[in-house]
């Protein structure tokens, strides 16, 4: 049976499973999961004729927001003692159509994964298996060229899950892990959210467009200034909104005026470039704040979280969704959402939205 193994944050496997199921759905296709709980890890089997490919082929990767990164499982693999990569090229050897498609192999660990020893065998291990692959002719030598890589997941020491992932429909980060440091100047950690939301959101080869040119900007619930500190950094103008106090170090940039106000009432005078919104609320309310800016015009880009429930959290997103969706296209304008479980969100999802006409 076709398999999809799907990466999500630990603790979410079955709202993971449920957006597989419902994608597939939409693609004309059918299947079930069983997820790995609290592992980040989920398996999806396909019902029917088809391949694992087709549902790739159908369903971007840009419109799952708990499943992070995907794999096309070749086969699990029980990994001796000895010769590990004999084994992996043993059983590759059984799937020799797919050779030609590879020119590398990425090794993984879970994300929650705490076992040092295997993490250091993990990165000592990708160099003689990958002589040992490209030896047997099992990968090519144009990365350039390949439709796919070759990856083998490693939950323990003792096994393998052989996989591999295509090229044009894969995160843009192994396993949808956008790893950061937070600079010792920056107010909160939350500053993190909003520089992964732009790496993951953003095309890269446009970000100069989406962040550059002295844009202005209103951080809505903006105290102490995390995601205020990530737009003054981009030379953005900001009005941090919030009745709160302001780091003082940020205050006196001479970017940033301090509104002190409601986030979900304060509204500016005329259109800005860029609303971002952090407020821990209700996921509803916020979604009819965004559909408010968006499709009165105030702002052309947004970044806001959406705190779920611990309960029904994917009935939930679904619903702020269709809110989002409604209301953007009864306001009559062109729009781009997107929305993801980031590395670095917790109960929250995070989206994006930028208005095209």
């Not at 003792?158 to 892990?177: E, M, Q, W």
């Not at 704040?289 to 705190?307: A, E, I, P």
Request: with cysteine; net charge negative; aromatic share 8%.
């Amino acid at each position: 049976m076709e398999q999809i193994l799907a990466f999500c944050r630990p603790g979410f496997e079955a709202e993971a499973g449920q957006e597989l199921v419902d994608s597939a759905m939409s693609a004309g296709l059918y299947g079930y999961f069983q997820p790995e709980r609290d592992r980040g890890l989920v398996r999806f089997y396909l019902t029917g004729p088809e391949q694992a490919e087709t549902m790739l082929e159908r369903v971007s990767i840009d419109t799952l927001v708990f499943v992070r990164d995907w794999l096309i499982v070749l086969e699990t693999l029980g990994l001796p003692g000895e010769d590990r990569v004999g084994a992996v090229i043993d059983a590759l050897k059984t799937h020799a159509s797919f050779k030609p498609r590879c020119a590398r192999v990425e090794v993984r660990l879970l994300e929650n994964n705490t076992d040092r020893d295997l993490g250091n065998f993990a990165r000592k291990w990708v160099a003689p298996l990958s002589r040992g692959l490209r030896g047997a002719g099992l990968i090519g030598e144009s990365d350039s060229e390949a439709s796919a890589r070759l990856e083998i997941v490693l939950p323990d020491f003792d096994n393998a899950i052989i996989c591999f992932s295509l090229t044009a429909n894969r995160a843009r980060y192994a396993g949808g892990i956008v790893r950061l440091r937070l600079p010792a100047s920056a107010p909160s950690r939350s500053a993190l959210k909003l520089e992964e939301a732009w790496k993951v959101f953003l095309p890269p080869e446009r970000e100069l467009d989406y962040l550059g040119g002295g844009k202005k900007a209103a951080d809505l619930g903006a105290a102490p200034g995390g995601w205020t500190w990530q737009l003054v950094r981009q030379g953005m103008s900001v009005y941090a909104v919030d009745n709160g106090p302001m780091n003082a170090d940020l205050m006196a940039t001479g970017q940033v005026e301090h509104v002190r106000a409601d986030g979900y009432s304060w509204r500016p005078h005329r259109g800005i470039d860029w609303m971002v919104c952090d407020i821990v609320d209700q996921p509803r309310k916020t979604a009819h704040l965004v559909v408010d800016w968006v499709g009165s015009g105030l702002c052309r880009y947004t970044v806001f979280n959406l705190k779920l429930p611990m309960k029904k959290r994917y009935e939930e997103w679904l619903i702020c969704r269709d809110i989002l969706d409604e209301g953007l296209r009864a306001a009559g304008i062109g729009y781009r959402l997107q929305a993801r479980h980031l590395y670095h969100d917790r109960e929250e999802i995070t989206c994006f939205i930028e208005r095209t006409g």
